[in-house]
C-alpha cells in the first residue's frame, strides 16, 4: 500500500476573462498536473506571475478552475467542497484582518465559523503557538506585520487540518521574522502537518522543502525531490590560484566560461558531463601554470532556476 498524496491536481487550468474590450483572456494555468506527499514541506517556486497564487486560491475555493481536476486529502474541491476545505487551511499572500478584532476574537470567531464546539476549540494553544498568547487582546490594528502574519498561520490552522498552505509567507518580512515563521512552519511540519509553501527565496526553499515544484508561464517545468533538482544543475564552478601572473584566460572546449577574476586567480565554469575538477586542474597545469589553490562552488536552487526558467 502507498500512502495517498495530500494534494493531486490534475490537468489544472485557469483561464481569466479578458480584463476588458480587446484584451485577450489570460491563459494562467496551462494544464498542471503533480502531487503533494503527505508529511512533507512542498514549496511550490516560480518567476513573478507564473501561477502559483492561481493555483493556490483554486484550492482554497477563492478562484474557479476552468479545467482538469484537484483532491485535497482525497476529497474532489468541486465534488466534495465541504471535506476539501477542512482539509487545508490557507494563509493568503494579502493580510486581511478587521482592525477592530483581537487575535482570540479572531481564532474564536474562525472556530464559530468551522462549527467546532467550545470544549474542542484550540484558540490559547495556537496563539501560544504563534507566540501571540500575551497579545490576546490587542487590537489586530496596532500588531506589527509579523504578529499579523503569526495570526494569520494561527487562523488557517483553527479548524486542524492535515495540510497547511503558505502563500509567500516571507515576502517582505525582514530576516528575524523570517526566522521565526520557518521555525513555525518547521514544528507544525514535525507535529504531521503537511506543508506547501511558495515562495521567492530560493535559498529558504533549498533549506527547507523535501520537495519542489517549479512553474512558469502556467506550465510545471519541474518537479522532484530537492536533492535531485539542485544535482540538474549541470555547470559546475572552480577557481584556481596560480604561482605566476596569468597571460590571459585560458580556454578550453571541455569549458563553458574563463575568467581571470585577479591577476593571478582563474574563474572557470565548466559541465560536469564533459569534465571533471580534476581534467580542469590538469588542463590548467598544461598551460604552464602550477595551482597554489582551489575552491569550487557548488551548483544550488538558483542555478537550476535559472537555468530551467531562463530567468536573469
Ligand atoms: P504568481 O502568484 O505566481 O505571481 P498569479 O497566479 O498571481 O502568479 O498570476 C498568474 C497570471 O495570471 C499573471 O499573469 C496574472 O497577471 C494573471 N492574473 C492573476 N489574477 C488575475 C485576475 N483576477 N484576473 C486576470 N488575470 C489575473
Ligand atoms: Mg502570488
Redesign the pocket.
Known amino acids: 500500500m502507498t500512502t495517498p498524496p495530500a494534494i493531486r491536481i490534475d490537468n489544472l487550468v485557469k483561464e481569466?476573462?479578458s480584463?476588458g474590450p480587446g484584451e485577450p483572456p489570460?491563459l494562467?494555468l496551462k494544464g498542471v498536473s503533480f502531487n503533494v506527499p503527505q508529511g512533507g514541506i512542498f514549496g511550490l517556486l516560480?518567476?513573478?506571475?507564473?501561477?502559483?497564487?492561481?493555483?493556490i486560491n483554486i484550492l482554497a475555493g477563492l478562484v474557479r478552475k476552468s479545467g482538469g481536476t484537484a483532491q485535497i486529502w482525497g476529497f474532489d474541491i468541486a465534488e466534495n467542497t465541504r471535506n476539501a476545505k477542512r482539509s487545508i487551511g490557507i494563509v493568503p499572500?494579502e493580510i486581511v484582518f478587521d482592525p477592530f478584532f483581537t487575535p482570540i476574537e479572531v481564532l474564536e470567531n474562525q472556530a464559530g465559523f468551522y462549527g467546532i464546539p467550545k470544549s474542542e476549540r484550540r484558540s490559547e494553544e495556537l496563539l501560544r503557538a504563534v507566540h501571540l498568547w500575551d497579545k490576546k487582546d490587542a487590537y489586530a490594528r496596532t500588531l506589527s506585520g509579523g504578529m499579523k502574519r503569526r495570526l494569520l498561520i494561527a487562523k488557517a490552522m483553527v479548524h486542524s487540518p492535515p495540510i497547511l498552505v503558505l502563500?509567500e509567507p516571507t515576502a517582505g518580512v525582514d530576516v528575524e521574522l523570517r526566522r521565526q515563521l520557518w521555525e513555525l512552519v518547521t514544528d507544525l511540519n514535525r507535529e504531521g502537518v503537511t506543508v506547501v509553501l511558495?515562495t521567492h527565496y530560493l535559498e529558504e526553499a533549498e533549506q527547507l522543502c523535501d520537495r519542489i515544484a517549479i512553474?512558469n508561464h502556467?506550465e510545471l517545468i519541474a518537479e522532484k525531490p530537492t536533492r535531485d533538482l539542485i544535482g540538474m544543475a549541470r555547470e559546475k564552478v572552480v577557481s584556481v590560484t596560480v604561482d605566476k601572473d596569468l597571460a590571459g584566460p585560458i580556454m578550453e572546449e571541455a569549458f563553458t566560461k574563463a575568467e581571470v577574476l585577479e591577476p593571478r586567480k582563474l574563474e572557470i565554469t565548466y559541465d560536469r558531463d564533459k569534465a571533471s575538477a580534476g581534467q580542469v586542474l590538469a588542463i590548467v597545469q598544461s598551460h604552464g601554470y602550477a595551482i597554489e589553490d582551489v575552491t569550487t562552488r557548488e551548483a544550488d536552487l538558483e542555478d537550476v532556476f535559472v537555468q530551467l526558467t531562463g530567468a536573469g
Open positions: 481569466y476573462a480584463p489570460k494562467a516560480g518567476p513573478n506571475g507564473a501561477g502559483k497564487s492561481t493555483l499572500q502563500d511558495t512553474i502556467g
